[in-house]
């Protein structure tokens, strides 16, 4: 069945690309208030989706913030139940003017979807979407489905600690399938097998108990942005390698599969860095491949101080303010990250600076499928007998959130199973989705719902 209900799928991919447009005009950024009516619109719009297609109890879930989409389809007694994620939230569009077309007017060039969300990731949950729904058309699924369709996932997941807690039956599985997390390169095919942790810091910094003329005061007291400009640099040698101590001891050393694996997707270099204009940079001891995947990060996402207007105003500014993220590697754990760049920052602040910090939340531990899991086994499969090769296992450098949490609250794996590609701009101006991705993602989707509907619920809770 699963061949037939590809075929129809693709018979109907002009349809589904009109869909993925009106998705797409739906601004749902959920970092900022002033687009709470694209929000509300893109959720009315999916939930108004799953039902005309058959899918049941389709409804909010909510725990304070962005409520998430939920519906189920269980007509498949004795066969293993699959949570399928996505998110309708997108990152903000800015800035605008770098756009070549207006961000939520989809616009189609060379091949390519162009619009904020196109590849992250709301061309990947359309596909999963309508592969469910085109199989229950069909008769009925090889699996019981269960939609996630988060809203915040933009803005680290906040609410989902308490949707688990509040609607614990509609998120009830053996194993979560993720339209988001993409696939690692646009010429080689591959199979994601992990994700990097994220936690955050924003930190702020005084050195006198008002700003002050540079003229009367220069050279005599601290500059706030100075001092910032001083700890932020100690973060990190010349080279690039982080340079707080302590700070990785936690990391589980990388193994030979892990070397392999990365060594296997060997990243061109020149063309990464001439890609962006930029130089090589990070552990000199460590392949590209390997800092961008395994290796954790300490990134200083923005600081400011002091004026920042337009022409000159002599101050000499008392505070100065940074915001950090962390990548985790495997094994690491968020709240100790956090805690160990504090001190680091507390000990080197000379007298007469002082700090206060300001945590980015709990924070998301890194998360591995491990080697013989039999989720990995059928979407390695799938890959095989859609592309004619073997898959390259690959982690990816971003986070999902989802993928530890549910893994800590709920005991359930995830399979990363989604269709964009590493080159397409996401979090950037000009974001875009290959159409050959979304003709790639309809005939793959039910290939995988069939091969995930031989194995038994008990060996995926066990894995």
Known sequence: MSEAVAERLLARKDEILE????????????????????????????????????????????????????GAWTGAPGKPTFIIYGHYDVQPPDPLELWKSPPFEPTIRDGRIYARGASDVKGS???????????????????NIRFFLEGEEEIGSPSLPAI??????????????????????????????????????????????????????????????????????????????????????????????????????????????????????????????????????????????????AGTKTVLPCEAHAKLTMRLGPGMDPARAQRVVREHLLARAPEGVSLTFEAGGPGTPAFTLGEGHPLLAAAESVIRRTTNRAPVRARAGGTIPITAIFKERLGID????????????????????????LEEGLRAWPLLLTELGRLDPAALRRA
């Open 19 to 70: 869909r993925l447009k009106a998705l797409l005009r739906l601004p749902s950024v959920s970092t900022d208030p002033a687009y709470a009516e694209g929000m509300r619109a893109t959720r009315e719009f999916l939930m108004a989706r799953l039902r005309e297609g058959g899918v049941a109890d389709v409804r909010l879930l909510d725990g304070g913030g962005q409520p998430a989409i939920t």
């Open 414 to 437: 995830t399979l990363t199973f989604g269709f964009a590609m590493p080159d397409e701009d996401v979090h950037a101006p000009n974001e875009f989705f290959r159409l050959s991705s």
């Open 125 to 143: 949950t359309l596909i999963a979407v309508e592969t469910v729904i085109e199989f229950i058309k069909a008769g009925g699924c090889p699996v």
């Open 164 to 309: 688990i807690e509040r609607h614990p039956d509609a998120l009830a599985g053996d194993a979560m399938i993720s339209a988001d997390g993409g696939r690692a390169s646009t010429t080689v095919p591959t199979i994601n097998v992990g994700s990097r942790g994220l936690t955050a810091l924003r930190f702020s910094l005084r050195t006198a108990s008002k700003d002050m003329h540079s003229g009367r005061y220069g050279g005599a007291v601290r500059n706030a942005n100075h001092e910032m400009a001083r700890l932020i640099a100690s973060l990190h040698d010349e080279a690039g390698r982080i340079a707080v101590p302590g700070f990785m001891d936690d990391l589980a050393p990388i193994g030979d599969r892990e070397a392999a694996d990365a060594a296997a997707l060997p990243v061109d270099e020149a063309a990464f860095y001439g890609a962006i204009g930029a130089k090589p940079y990070g552990t000199p001891e460590r392949s590209v491949r390997e800092r961008i995947t395994l290796l954790p990060t300490i990134e200083v996402n923005g600081m400011w101080g002091g004026y920042t207007g």
